[in-house]
């Protein structure tokens, strides 16, 4: 019978060194090893928590994970070899854990807080990196009603009500008015009481009281599923966001010569006056593209077929992309029923248009673009193509003239 692993994780948060006893090396697939201890002052991945993070004797962490009442502390097979049985020395990563535990206390806040409010039942929980997320049994919240949840969440963070921890047995479960009701067990299970917010039972760890959550802000909501999806973040998450977004604020206010308060209305006046140009661009976009059709137009007299096939009308631009390139056909088209080929000696590509009844595009071209080590595709009366080398795109529009 394999000795059970104690769980220091509850009430041990630091950096400092932690002592324990290494019971097992096992390995596992995919290159990986477990370490089993004594004990551990390392949260395993469950309840929506990630895993802690940290060293054994200096070997990293990849996971931690509890299977089979067991925790394991997932290494790489190569780092187990420095490892062995006995007394070892236990390093937590204390930054990302007090990160977990302020925001998990923060979700139970606020999956209160909204349950207080708005009658909706937080159904799952998840932490990432950068934002956590609640899944609420709603299928609208207004943001008037996310910034009175969000107020009301920090007066309780200001008011510092105590977090308490629960185990029952001893204690009665059914005492409590639990936020998320639980199968029945037969093992003790934790009920986290934020006093006067909420009672849930839950196995992740949580600061002592509301106060040392700092700050709560919640980044908005979407609809997901039938339910809202609440995006969140707190503590010091709320500082290095705010951090960002004043940089970046600023950067703006100094491009745009207003002040900070007034970037809003400078970015959609400035996003008003870029469209405004966009479509002068386009008028004489659409002009320039006319003109230089019109110039490809007394080809057009000869597009009479000769042997039933039309001829083919071909023309490179050495100072067009294939965005002006295509207008440049479009406009074309538009004259005449033509045979068009059309390069973009910059980008070494080309289109080909066609607007004649019962012609093909395809024999032709695939025939010249194999033979001079072009790529390309599309379908009887539109086809394009690329080009490695200019040299290739030469040959190839000499091919077909």
Known sequence: MRMKTIPHYYDYNS????????????????????????????????????????????????????????ILHIISRENAEKLAPGIAELALDAERRRDHTVHHTGQHLLSGTILRMTGAYTLSMHMGDETCTIDVDIKDLPAETLVAVEDAAQTAIEEDHPVITHLCPPENISAFPLRKQIPHVDEVIRVVEIQGCDFSPCCGTHLRSTGQIGVLRVLGAEKYKGMSRVYFIAGRRVLRDSRLLRRNADIVSRALKVPVAETGAGVLALLEKISKHEQKLKFFQEGDAMRKA?????????????????????????????EETLRIGKAAQSLAPAVLVLASEPEIKFAAFSSVNGFDLRPTLKTALDANHGRGGGGPSFFQGVFEKLEDLHAFMAALR
Not at 308 to 319: I, L, W, Y
């Open 15 to 70: 950096a400092e060194p932690f002592k324990a006893a290494i019971l097992e090396i096992r390995h596992l697939a995919a290159g990986t090893s477990a370490v089993t201890l004594d004990a551990t002052i390392f949260y395993p991945e469950g309840g929506g928590q990630p895993a802690d993070r940290g060293a054994i004797n200096g070997v990293p962490l990849l996971n931690v994970i509890e299977k089979d009442h067991e």
């Open 294 to 322: 019109k110039s490809l137009a007394a080809a057009f007299s000869g597009m009479e077929k000769t042997g039933g096939n039309p001829r083919v009308v071909t023309a490179s631009f050495m100072d067009a992309d294939m």
